[in-house]
């Protein structure tokens, strides 16, 4: 029987990386069939639920493709986000075979301006987290993160090391999300921009702009950059249908 980490992460996410690992080593290859669910049981020591959740999510995300009758098979490496999601960018870069890491800019707590004040809803100025980082695929900068974090529902965030993990893992074990609102923009890199993107001045980007939220509380202010020329967002839903 194969060992899962022994840390508190739920069971199903644990499956998550397991199956993860396996594409991101080359073990599971591309289009390449996964164990069924009775062995991923077998092997694992888990529930069959659990195995299901796991792979559900993971098919969600474009990482599994789930075939009735056939199969679950590794989807097709895309260098694409999904975007009404909110994805661990490491997960889905080694999902697609690559390697990830990344590189803290800053991490600081301070005082919102009368913008950031109105977007966490406060009523009036006070201190939140702040922390840029950037994202690397295969040693090469995708992705420029900036992040305002509620100190509410995320304590200690800037004590944290962010290069042994994801701001988008700690937050996950901090709070739910019940609420998520995007805006994407395009838009000219800056200096600083093309600095930690390894682009040249006024290149095309994508910039989206995220709230989170728990309840009736905002838990983050982000903006996402990316390179428009290495990267894309997009989406597959199926809008309600009135009866």
């Known amino acids: ?3 899962l980490p022994d840390n508190a992460s739920p069971l199903y996410e644990k499956v998550k990386n397991y199956v993860l690992q396996n594409i991101g080593s080359g073990l599971w290859g591309q289009d390449q069939r996964l164990p069924s669910e009775n062995e ?3 092997a694992l020591g888990v529930s069959r639920m659990t195995i299901h959740r796991a792979l559900r999510e993971l098919t969600s995300v474009g990482v599994l493709v789930r075939i ?19 994805n661990n960018i ?4 080694e999902a697609r075979g690559h390697s990830h890491h990344s590189k803290v800019l800053l991490l600081e707590t301070l005082m ?6 109105t977007a966490f809803e406060f009523k ?7 922390s840029i980082v950037v994202h690397f695929e295969n040693d090469e900068p995708v992705q420029l993160e900036e992040r305002f974090v509620n100190p509410d529902l995320a304590p200690d965030y800037d004590q944290q090391d962010f290069n ?3 701001t988008f893992e700690y937050l996950q074990q901090q709070t ?3 609420e998520i609102e995007h805006v994407i923009s395009a838009i000219a890199a800056d200096e600083a921009i093309a600095e930690h993107l390894r682009l040249n001045p006024s290149e095309p980007c994508l910039l989206l702009h995220r709230r989170t939220w728990t309840g009736d509380a905002v838990v983050t202010v982000n903006r996402f950059t990316y390179a428009g020329a290495r990267y894309s967002l997009g989406s597959r839903y199926w809008p309600s249908r009135k009866k």
């Open 1 to 3: 029987m194969i060992n």
């Open 40 to 42: 991923l049981v077998s």
């Open 68 to 86: 009735q009758g056939v199969g679950t098979f590794v989807a097709a490496s895309q260098a694409k986000s999904e975007l009404l999601e909110i």
């Open 90 to 93: 490491a997960a889905e870069i």
């Open 112 to 117: 919102t301006t009368p913008a950031l004040t």
């Open 124 to 130: 009036k100025r006070r201190l939140v987290y702040h």
């Open 164 to 166: 042994s993990q994801t």
């Open 176 to 178: 739910p999300v019940t």
